[in-house]
């Protein structure tokens, strides 16, 4: 029987326009492994919240055959990287085949379903190379998120992009406005492009997302490489360079996607000014709006803890919060073999390793590392999570150097395994979130904003949506950050020192002498973190700012 689909709950008519929503990973719930980090958190809870909210909207991935991979551990307890089949019977075969081109060669893609009521989350279809009708190589463009390989990514971008437009034409369900989370699916811009041959009537349909100022979230590619991966569709490179105003003979994709859109958003005040000052002098730009990112309180949120807050029970607040401390602990003996201590401060870093989020920087003077976790007056509890990109050697490095050096200190852990289920008990189990990137480089963030919604206290840089959210001594604390224009190794220095300070001088004594200050600033933390950072604050701003606005 042919798939059929209508948008399949009642829509709210004030988010009835149709929009499709693009992005390369997706962190839906911990069954569904399809994301890497921080884009597919912020994707997951965006579909959430348009479920929420009955937004018209659909989402559209690819189905990674191996996901991003599974963190293990070899023999010396390091991390291994495993790519392991998954295999999911909740998701519904539509059936729905199509033809794309990738280096010339005609390509099969093919749709599966992820129905809302599944995991409670707009309408998802995602695409997938893995069918019989491939060779080998094709069906691998759809087997690993992030594959090493430059021209296993541009196929990638394509099979999201110019399939994710063409599924469309299979469904009685249109789309009015496209939205690029990121520029992975930028071949969408292409596509519409030769449809419309408009530049003004895709501006009328295309929106897009900046996550990061980062280069690697911002590549660039040699032109003539992609008009021969087909990643131009069947424009020529003198049509792209005339509708991109891009005449370098490598194509920046960030620039392309907002040349191309008819609005574009960074995803905190503090970002989209840094966007603003990376691309400002750029022609045929439009002006860079606004958005913070957010997560889905529904989905993140300790509601047992919300209920004593509001009903101003604090003694009952805190014993929901050393049980949540006790089920994180659990993992911590089971992978470690090390018993924590639910009394003790436990300050957790956990998030992708990536070089700039200085997943390492309470080493970076060695005595004072040692005061800290020696001390015995105001004692503490550390614990590392976070996957580093999987070929990323210098990052795995890094956390290999963590597990050595944890092994000798009973009240330090590494986990394994940094996917929405640990998450979870990470941002319940951690008394302090730390936050220590490089100011600047943060484009958003959003951990620590679910941190909060389990009684995690911020500890935290200036930078990204911490900026917008963090009251310095009355929901957090604010790690006083070094002039960015300096040296790296001066700025990595300084804010190791005021980092030291901020612990020994301020967040440890206030937790061992001041419990019922302590409580205050915590659930301060949980009251001022909702609702500005729960997603449907963001779903509704992306309708009102940007799928409504333009057309």
């Known amino acids: 029987m042919a798939f059929s689909f209508a948008h399949p709950y009642e829509v709210n008519p004030r988010y009835s326009r149709p929009v499709a929503y693009f992005s390369m990973e997706y962190a839906i719930h911990q069954p569904l492994k399809i994301y890497a980090g921080g884009l597919g958190f912020l994707a997951g809870s965006h579909l959430r919240s348009a479920y929420a909210l009955k937004q018209n909207l659909v989402g559209v991935g690819i189905l990674w055959k191996y996901g991003y991979y599974d963190q293990v551990r070899n023999a010396d307890q390091t991390m291994n990287v495993l790519f392991q089949e998954k295999i999911y019977h909740f998701l519904v075969d539509t059936g729905i085949q199509f033809t794309i081109h990738i280096h010339g060669q005609p390509v099969q893609g093919k749709a599966w379903y992820l129905p809302p009521e599944t995991f409670q989350t707009a309408p998802l279809f995602l695409l997938s190379t893995d069918v019989p009708e ?231 003077d060695w005595q004072k590392f040692l005061e800290i976790i020696h001390h015995t007056t105001y004692p503490v509890q550390i614990i590392w999570a976070g996957k580093p990109y999987p070929t990323d050697g210098a990052a795995i490095g890094l956390f290999n150097h963590l597990v050595q050096i944890s092994k000798s200190y009973p009240n330090c852990a590494v986990l394994t395994g940094y996917e929405l289920s640990l998450s979870k008990l990470l941002k319940g189990g951690a008394d302090v979130w730390l936050n220590v990137p490089r100011l600047t480089r943060e484009a958003s963030g959003t951990s620590g904003m679910s941190a909060a919604m389990n009684g995690a206290v911020n500890v935290s840089i200036p930078d990204g949506w911490i900026a917008e959210f963090l009251k310095d001594g009355v929901n957090g604390f604010v790690i006083p950050a070094a002039d960015p224009q300096l040296p790296v190794e001066e700025i990595d220095r300084q804010d190791a020192q005021a980092l030291y300070a901020t612990l020994q001088q301020r967040v440890l004594p206030l937790y061992y002498e001041n419990h019922t200050q302590w409580l205050s600033l915590m659930s301060r933390s949980m009251q001022d973190v909702r609702p500005q950072f729960d997603s449907q604050r963001m779903a509704k701003a992306y309708y009102e700012q940007m799928y409504l606005q333009i057309g």
């Open 134 to 364: 491939n060779d080998y190589l094709a069906k691998t463009t759809s087997h690993k998120l992030y594959d090493a390989d430059l021209g296993a990514q541009l196929a990638a971008d394509i099979v999201l992009g110019i399939g994710g437009a063409k599924l469309f034409e299979y469904l009685s369900w249109k789309p009015e406005i496209y939205h690029l989370n990121e520029s992975h699916a930028l071949p969408l811009a292409f596509y519409l492009y030769q449809q419309h041959q408009d530049v003004g009537e895709v501006k009328k349909r295309l929106v897009f997302t900046n996550h990061t100022p980062e280069a690697a979230g911002n590549p660039e590619t040699d032109m003539g490489l992609l008009h021969e991966m087909s990643f131009f569709g069947e424009l020529s490179i003198d049509e792209v360079r005339q509708i991109t105003h891009i005449d370098a003979p490598r194509l920046n994709h960030t620039l392309a996607a907002m040349r191309l859109a008819g609005i574009t958003n960074g995803v905190s005040q503090l970002h989209t000014q840094t966007l603003r000052q990376m691309w400002g002098r750029e022609a045929q730009l439009l002006p860079i709006i606004a958005i913070t990112n957010a997560q889905d309180a529904q989905y993140w949120a300790n509601h047992a803890m919300y209920e004593a807050l509001h009903a101003g029970e604090l003694t009952k607040l805190w014993e929901l919060k050393l049980a949540a401390k006790r089920k994180l602990f659990e993992v911590v003996a089971d992978q470690c073999g090390k018993l924590f201590d639910e009394h003790i401060l436990t300050i957790v870093v956990a998030r992708r390793f990536a070089g700039y989020k200085r997943m390492n920087l309470l080493l970076h």
